[in-house]
């Protein structure tokens, strides 16, 4: 089973600070997704991340997939409070099409 | 493109009655659709996954004759919660998958909100 860890669980920031979410894994995944989830609906997709070392950039997200592909990073600049969300990442393992989603990191960004 | 929608939005029912959501992929066909549930300020956990014209896959603990699952078309995918519980009560959310390769992409719909009383 693979499980994917994120931290902190939950981060409550001043607008125009940054910050950083986690994602741990101790397992290998072919690709890794972001998602970002508002109360009451269904989670979008950010990011798919599927190279060792991958840095992908959208706006003021900065995403990184590990070197080993076990781990990853979501670095925002300058929040804003329409960031404020649920942020949930996503592993899907091998050839295997089922995601393991992390246990979710809460923002809120205080305006 | 690729958009999901889910039937109802949110449904209350009394225990021990059967309650059926919908998944659409309105604008692609979905070999593959997969269902999730979610408990407040939690994660999404798969249920199962399930595949048109074929029976569903559960996850391990996931109990298939009361969750019932059926793949009908390549744009429909639905979800029976037999005899409902209180317990039952959550965020059910369903994802349809675009493309055949490894990096394919879920698209999620919007969840239902189940309540028993």
């Known amino acids: 089973t693979q499980l994917l860890e994120q931290s902190p669980q939950f981060l409550s920031i001043q607008e125009g600070e940054n910050l950083t979410v986690y994602c741990n894994s101790s397992?290998?995944?072919?690709?890794l997704q972001w998602y970002r989830q508002e109360p009451g609906e269904g989670p979008v997709l950010l990011v798919t991340v599927v190279t060792g070392g991958e840095v992908k950039k959208l706006k003021r997200l900065t995403f990184q997939f590990g070197d080993a592909r076990k781990d990853s990073s979501l670095h925002i600049t300058a929040a804003q409070p329409g960031d404020t969300g649920l942020y949930l990442c996503a592993g899907a393992a091998g050839s295997a099409r089922q995601l393991t989603f992390g246990s979710g990191t809460q923002l809120t960004v205080l305006p | 493109g690729a958009v999901v929608s889910q039937h109802p939005s949110w449904v209350i029912c009394k225990s021990g009655t059967s309650v059926k959501i919908e998944c659409r992929s309105l604008d692609f066909q979905a070999t593959t659709m997969f269902w999730y549930r979610q408990f407040p300020k939690q994660s999404l956990m798969l249920m199962a996954t399930?595949?048109?014209?074929?029976?569903?896959?559960?996850e391990q603990g996931v109990e298939k004759d009361k969750f019932l699952i059926n793949h009908a078309s390549l744009t429909l995918s639905t979800l029976t919660v037999t005899s409902a519980h209180p317990e039952d009560s959550s965020f059910y959310i369903c994802s349809a998958e675009s493309g055949t390769g490894f990096t394919d992409t879920q698209y999620f719909g919007p969840g239902t909100r189940l309540t028993v009383l």
């Open positions: 399930s595949n048109e014209g074929s029976k569903a896959t559960y």
């Open positions: 397992s290998v995944f072919s690709s």
